[in-house]
């Protein structure tokens, strides 16, 4: 077999709503197809990718490097024994004559492509990639329900106290127990009003987690956690810079609340460095890695095992993203759960159009691949079409 054609495209997510640190309203992502000659079901095999929100398309690095590495390679030394797409074969050709370090924008590109390619390993196999996952890197072993929450509770110029209630209550009516919202983009005294509200619905502080986005610093953000020190919160995210080691441990030593992040590192060795100095516990904290923003599903699976050698259970791990890509590793490496984007982000965020939530799990799509064809929408609004040029 062999790629005939990549195409890529650059996609808003643009949203009017805001965190503590950046507003959405002008949103991108990359997203690409990677049409192959192999036929399943008597269609071409076609590999999905995408990046999460967040982090803006990357279209350039996409366009005058990647993409014509991977074309420029011959196509055989793309294959495994079986004669598929070798996801770590793929990611050598794409990262030749890349420096290492600097791991910024380039992480999301590559993310992109890898998504892509794991999707067209498991239209290849014929199976949901968490099944892929799970036999590859997990012994076969996979978990048929996850735990997931929506990520919500966005600062929204309009939306008001009663308005971030009748959404916490939408989310526990559709299904959801645990629960996230924004802060540390208002007052500390007004924030803790915004948390109160929210706990008004969601049934006890364990079914909330709040998310600060690196917004804050240190003073601020141990204010923070003596301020919501009594509500038993679920989690605190991204309460400082991702990169500050040293205030991650030194806010862990006076922080009640469980520590949650990840999101923004993308290399292998930040998340070894997070996990070697920011002080976080392994019995109570989150880690949070982005599978599409870190280079890919291929370098997620690599940080999920460094973790695992560091002694961190593959419970503490919750992927962040919101998409089904984040669900298929969840299952297939048994991980604590994942984020999901029901109402934002669209139409990337969230799962499929008929998937069932009920008491906070969900059970992973069984369509071949990530299942993005599950979701009608992006499918035929967005990657149909780029599949055809
Ligand atoms: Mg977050």
Not at 8 to 27: P, Q, W, Y
Request: with cysteine; aromatic share 8%; proline share 6%.
């Amino acid at each position: 077999m062999r790629i005939t054609a990549i195409h890529e495209t650059t996609a808003a997510l643009s949203s009017t709503m805001r965190n503590a640190t950046i507003d959405f309203s002008k949103m991108t992502l990359s997203v690409v197809a990677i049409v192959t000659d192999a036929v399943r079901d008597g269609r071409p095999v076609i590999g999905y990718g995408f990046n999460s929100n967040g982090r803006y398309a990357q279209g350039g690095v996409l366009r005058e490097r990647l993409i014509p590495r991977l074309l420029e390679a011959a196509p055989d030394s793309l294959l495994d024994a079986e004669g598929h797409l070798d996801p770590a074969r793929c990611r050598a050709v794409v990262m030749k004559n890349e420096k290492p370090g600097g791991h910024g924008e380039r992480a999301f590109a590559v993310g992109a492509l890898d998504c892509a390619i794991w999707d067209a390993v498991g239209k290849l196999e014929e199976k949901p990639l968490y099944r892929v996952f799970a036999e590859r890197f997990n012994d076969g072993q996979f978990d048929a329900q996850v735990p997931v929450y929506p990520g919500g509770g966005y600062y929204d110029p309009i939306k008001g106290l009663d308005g971030l209630r009748a959404e916490m209550q939408g989310y526990r009516d559709a299904g959801y127990t645990l629960m996230k919202m924004k802060i540390g983009g208002a007052a500390i005294p007004d924030d803790m009003k915004r948390i109160e509200a929210a706990l008004d619905v969601a049934g006890g502080g364990a079914n909330l987690a709040v998310d600060s986005n690196a917004g804050i610093n240190l003073p601020t953000a141990l204010e923070y956690a003596g301020a919501m020190a009594d509500y038993g919160l679920a989690w605190f995210e991204e309460p400082l810079d991702p990169l500050d080691y040293a205030g991650h441990a030194e806010l862990a030593t006076a922080c009640a609340t469980p520590i949650a992040t990840g999101e923004n590192l993308f290399s292998l060795i930040d998340a070894e460095n997070l996990l070697r100095y920011a002080g976080l516990r392994r019995d109570k904290d989150w880690l949070q890695f982005d599978p599409s923003l870190c280079y890919g599903p291929s370098v997620f699976v690599e940080m999920v095992k460094r973790a695992d050698e560091m002694g961190w259970s593959r419970k503490r791990h919750g992927p962040h993203g919101g998409q089904q890509l984040g669900l298929h590793l969840a299952a297939g490496l048994q991980l604590g759960g994942t984020e999901t984007y029901p109402l934002v982000f669209q139409p990337f965020g969230g799962f499929g159009d008929d998937t069932q939530i009920a008491d906070g799990l969900v059970a992973p799509p069984e369509a071949p691949g990530i299942g993005v064809e599950t979701k009608a929408e992006l499918y035929n609004n967005v990657l149909k079409p780029l599949s055809e040029g």
